[in-house]
């Protein structure tokens, strides 16, 4: 299998849970424990799904600037990703 096929694969299985995520609006345990609501949880693995997605289909693209676009359009994504969307453990309730 090739390095783009497991590439697009990955990017693919991202952005399904991330979807699947912002759609049923629970996260799963373990990944919801890591951010403060499951909304920024989905979000994130979806943007970097697309990223991904991107890269990968833009350095298979013919042309001088695809390739170049695409990784600019990825990195902005995953710095959307990172900044608004991090990682981030929920604010503890001492009940």
């Avoid at 694969?9 to 345990?29: E, N, Q, T, Y």
């Amino acid at each position: 299998m090739g390095t783009a096929v497991l590439g697009g694969l990955i990017g693919l299985l991202l952005l399904a849970f991330g979807a699947r995520v912002l759609v049923s609006g629970r996260a799963p345990a373990v990944i919801g424990r890591s951010f403060r609501t499951d909304r920024e949880a989905g979000f994130y693995h979806l943007l970097f799904g697309l990223a991904v997605l991107i890269f990968v289909g833009g350095a298979r693209l013919v042309g001088g600037s695809s390739g170049t676009t695409a990784s600019v359009i990825s990195m902005a994504l995953v710095a959307v990703a990172v900044v608004r969307f991090r990682p981030r453990a929920r604010a503890r309730r001492d009940d």
